[in-house]
């Protein structure tokens, strides 16, 4: 039997299927033609596929629950708020370094100081710039470390 080769599918007969391929070769079987180049894949033959696929695994989403892609995006598009540190005459300066490194993500030890001291010299200092969501999370943390935080739109931007 003859098989007959056009691009983008070819006609195998039984025996082509199943003869084995020698390893110098890759497993991959060629089509060119003056306008298009295709490649097709054949089946391993030890794990006896006989040219079949499986059926697709589609992920299925639990009704009501956001996607991370979802959740990144109305991240991005929720309106920024600034955490907010109180200058109080209660804690001591190292303290008040060591719970801003603690509680937000990414403080540096420098970061730290230069908040701790603009707080101390001015009354008030912006920790960070983040959804509200997460302000309210990291006012929250440095008020249960005994600091005196708020949150505040950040109108204009970042």
Do not use: W
């Not at 109180?86 to 730290?112: C, F, S, W």
Request: charge should be neutral; include cysteine; glycine fraction near 8%.
């Amino acid at each position: 039997m003859e098989s007959t080769m056009s691009c983008g599918r070819i006609a195998l007969s039984p025996n082509q299927i199943f003869q084995p391929i020698p390893d110098k070769y890759p497993r991959h079987k060629q089509c060119t033609s003056r306008s298009s180049f295709t490649s097709m894949q054949i089946a391993d033959l030890g794990k006896g596929c006989g040219g079949v696929l499986e059926k697709p695994v589609i992920e299925k989403m639990t009704p009501g629950r956001e996607s991370e892609f979802d959740l990144r995006k109305s991240r991005k598009m929720a309106p920024p708020y600034r955490v907010m540190l109180h200058n109080d005459d209660y804690n001591k300066r190292e303290y008040v370094v060591q719970v801003l490194m603690k509680v937000i993500p990414g403080m540096t030890l420098d970061n730290a100081v230069n908040i701790m001291q603009e707080a101390h010299y001015n009354g008030l200092s912006v920790v960070i710039i983040c959804g509200q969501a997460d302000a309210e999370e990291h006012c929250m943390q440095l008020r249960g470390n005994g600091l005196l935080s708020s949150i505040e739109p950040a109108s204009g931007g970042c």
